[in-house]
């Protein structure tokens, strides 16, 4: 294992001011190295003249179609975008470009097609959404200010006239329109051309019991090849919906299962590559569901964590070499082969698992951190992209919080 950049310690602490006025400093170092390139200035948070406390966590990574860069969605507001360095780097990994919202960001997704070496503008773009506000389209190329967003698209429910939040967003393949996941199980479609919606869908009280109203659609599966025009959707009642894109249809395909009695909703479904299996990631577990989408009704087995996930979500990374790979407490990533993800974790013969526990562990920090986030390189997967920090939840009052971005290549 071998650390390619890290941040170091630029994000230790909660002193968001004294953070962001370090990384400031570690940019105008680095970039007067750089005597050939001038990079972009850093732009300064909305709150940068008010005292504020929080975790600087990196809580989403996104690689570059290319595999030349990584934008991360954090905490503090904050959209970073990184550089992949040619050769290991010594001093701190600064930011190539940084801006702020104006408030939190509850969910986000980056163009599939994004590269900072890409020339349509439409393609260097993010969709933020917040609560209580309009879904947001912004700028990812570098000589972006971003003090207001290109685009926006109305969230507005007609019947109410309330905002309606936004707490999951995937792109569609033909990257021309997206989806987003709100409460009462409400899916909604939109071009990105047009300020209204499409289309949307809710399951009704009948179709979804009497807590339907409460249901939320927490994630979409993540994008990869076999897309076609079906998608499927997590919900927080451990519910997963079945997509057809071409039309406004979507039906439940998979229920909380009678044994699950402890984990509170799905927050990630990654399908495998052949698109036989979903892998249902849920919080307070201490499993991952697994489902077929050709033998739907509930799950066939299950992947067995070594640890419970609380309140704080682990994301987890499809890789193509190495398999399914999820972080943990103490500075491990539990790893499924891809043998094992590719079926199911079923033998030729079975129809149901009892359960299959890591193929192995790979360790990447000595230090007792969590492993918040993983992104594989599209490019290379044994380059990995890791978000680090210690419990933001975790009741110690002289604990100093550690938190980073790390770049590492597995051998």
Known sequence: ??????????????????????????????????????FPKLHRSYFHSVERYCPVICSQLTWSHDGTSICGVFDDFGIRQYLIPEDPLVDHWVPFTRWFVNGSIISSVVHPRYSLYEEDSAYQTILCSSRD???????????????????????VNEENEAFETAYSMTILQDTMHFM???????????????????????????????????????????????????????????????????????????????????????????KSDNGHYLYCIKRNAREIDVIDTRMLKSRINILELPFKIGKQKFKASLNSAKGLLIGSYDGQVAC??????????????QTAGTGIKPTNNILISDENVRVNCIATNPVDPNTLAISTSTDKFADDEGMTLKTSVKLIRMH
Request: with cysteine.
């Open 180 to 270: 987003t996941g709100s409460v009462r199980n409400r899916i909604t479609m939109y071009d990105y051309n047009r300020h209204k919606p499409i289309w949307q869908h809710q399951w009704t009280k009948q179709s979804c019991g009497k807590s339907s109203q409460k249901a939320i659609v927490s994630c979409f599966d993540e994008y990869n090849e076999v897309h076609d025009n079906v998608r499927f959707a997590g919900t927080y009642k451990t519910e997963v919906l079945r997509i057809d894109t071409r039309s406004t249809k979507s039906e439940l395909i998979s229920e909380r299962d009678s044994l699950d009695s402890w984990s509170n909703g799905i927050y990630q479904v990654i």
């Open 1 to 38: 294992m071998q650390t390619i950049a890290s941040t170091l310690d630029c994000y230790y602490g909660t002193n968001c001011n004294s953070l962001w006025s370090l990384e400031e400093e570690l940019s105008r170092k680095f970039s007067a190295y750089a005597k050939n390139y001038e």
């Open 336 to 349: 499924w082969d891809k043998d094992c993800i590719e079926f199911g974790g079923l033998d030729p013969l």
């Open 133 to 155: 506000l309009p879904i947001k389209l912004y700028s990812l190329r570098s000589d972006s200010i971003n003090e207001t967003s290109l685009y926006h698209y109305s969230t």
